[in-house]
């Protein structure tokens, strides 16, 4: 089955300690992206991928990092993690840059406290 | 700043009737108009899409209807289903294929 998966998809922490949300598509899509959505604010983009080893800032990148070494796999990390960044964040990806549909992954709710 | 305006917050439809979402761009470089459907604890997923070179779009009971020299479109669902209650999002992108969302719709459909 065609899909994005995250992990975890729940995730209480606390101040200033680092994580990782994985995230995978096996559609052997080019681009991947990175959104987080808040009451009101709709989904925002923190981070995309246009390629392997090709990423860029989205609007939010900010307390953010990401990487990617290899087409499938598109993770998120939080260095420092602080309650502002309390959120659902949503992986996605794509054919390509281009105008195609955005697959969505099921979203991963973070509380950090 | 929110580059795409979307409007109502929310709305109550009854069941059989129409509803209406609207949304506003400003950035000319925008040429490429999907709408998303997200469902409780789902991730949104392309419901339908326009480009500007295009007036109105139908696929079923959606459709996007565009104005560009106002510089807005519009998401019409007839004959609105209890099954359509979710959060609706319009969304731009330009050539580089970075999405700007609006804040959302939630629409209720009423029995």
């Known amino acids: 089955e065609a899909q994005v998966t995250q992990n975890p998809r729940y995730l209480i922490t606390v101040t200033g300690k680092k994580l990782t949300v994985t995230c995978s598509q096996n559609?052997?899509?080019?681009?991947m992206s990175w959104y987080r959505q808040d009451p009101g604010l709709g989904l925002r983009q923190i981070y995309y991928?246009?390629?392997?080893?090709?990423?860029d800032k989205g609007d939010v990148p900010e307390g953010y990092k990401v990487s990617r070494k290899e087409k499938r796999n598109f993770p998120l990390i939080l260095e420092s993690p602080s309650p502002n960044q309390t959120s659902l964040y949503f992986c996605?990806?794509?054919?390509?840059?281009?105008?195609?549909?955005?697959?969505f992954g099921p979203g991963t709710r973070l509380t950090v406290t | 700043q929110q580059q795409v305006k979307q409007s109502p917050q929310s709305l109550i439809v009854q069941k059989g009737g129409i509803s209406i979402i609207n949304c506003a761009y400003e950035?000319?470089?925008?040429?490429?108009f999907p709408w998303y459907q997200q469902f409780p604890g789902k991730g949104p997923a392309l419901l339908i899409a326009?480009?500007?070179?295009?007036s109105e779009k139908k696929e079923g009971r959606f459709t996007i209807s565009f104005n560009k020299s106002a510089k807005q479109f519009s998401l019409h669902i007839m004959d609105s289903q209890p099954g359509d209650s979710a959060t609706y999002f319009c969304?731009?992108?330009?050539?580089?294929?970075?999405?700007?969302f609006g804040a959302g719709t939630q629409v209720v459909v009423t029995p």
């Open positions: 996605a990806s794509s054919l390509d840059r281009g105008h195609h549909e955005q697959y």
């Open positions: 326009i480009r500007p070179d295009v």
């Open positions: 991928s246009m390629n392997v080893e090709v990423t």
């Open positions: 950035n000319t470089a925008f040429d490429y």
């Open positions: 969304a731009a992108t330009d050539s580089w294929g970075k999405l700007q």
């Open positions: 559609m052997n899509h080019e681009y």
